[in-house]
């Protein structure tokens, strides 16, 4: 069945420093999403990308999509303590389809 | 909206008592979740249902888990007996659609068996 990996699993940086997390799928995605769950939280949605290629900002974070549609990345660009959290990439096969989550990447991040 | 309401917040029971959790969608959205998570496995779906109708239950583990939607507003999932394995946190999530929109999610049930 399809599957999403995320790598890596967990990621500890100094603040102020760079983040990306990789998702990789085992088959060709209609689109992906990307979450994010705070400590004691619930995954909260952030984006969603949908067009080979795509990249999207959302302030100091951006969201690609690959060409072939099977992986994607989330850049953070100098860390700040409230990025702490686990982000989920979720990929769906068809408009039709559930999605599939991703283990997740734990990030912390130390003062 | 108050988002999606899941209640209790907090369940402790023994092995082999029924355990019922609760939750109320965002109103309008056809689509309702359930999801279980442990540091183990993951974000697992568990079922999914489309105005009320279940349409995949292929992610519940086995027949002591059971979810029933009787109405647009409230969904139960029902594990009868439960064993220390189904310790974990179950979350439900609500959306217009299925992969092309997004899912909200409620606080979670943090369900522990003794």
């Known amino acids: ?111 | 909206d108050a988002g999606v309401i899941q209640s209790p917040r907090h369940e402790v029971t023994e092995m082999g008592q029924e355990v019922t959790l609760r939750c109320k969608p965002i109103s309008g959205h056809d689509y309702l979740f359930w999801y279980r998570q442990t540091m183990m496995r993951g974000l697992e779906l568990l079922i999914y249902f489309n105005n009320n109708v279940p349409i995949d239950d292929s992610g519940m583990p086995e027949d002591r888990f059971s979810a029933k939607m009787p109405n647009a507003s409230f969904s139960t999932l029902k594990i009868q007996p439960s064993e220390p394995r189904d310790s974990a946190v179950y979350f439900c999530a609500s959306s217009f659609g299925t992969g092309n929109y997004e899912q909200y999610f409620g606080p979670g049930t943090r369900l522990t068996v003794t």
């Open chain 1, 1 to 111: 069945g399809q599957q999403v990996m995320q790598i890596p699993q967990y990621q500890h940086v100094q603040e102020g420093e760079d983040f990306t997390t990789y998702c990789n799928s085992s088959t060709t995605l209609s689109n992906i999403q990307w979450y994010k769950q705070r400590p004691g939280g619930h995954p909260v949605f952030l984006i969603q990308l949908v067009k080979s290629g795509e990249v999207k900002k959302q302030k100091r974070l951006t969201f690609q999509f690959g060409e072939a549609k099977k992986n994607s990345s989330l850049h953070i660009t100098a860390t700040q303590t409230t990025d702490v959290g686990t982000y989920f990439c979720a990929g769906l096969k068809t408009s039709y389809d559930k999605v599939i989550f991703g283990p997740g990447t734990s990030l912390s991040v130390i003062p």
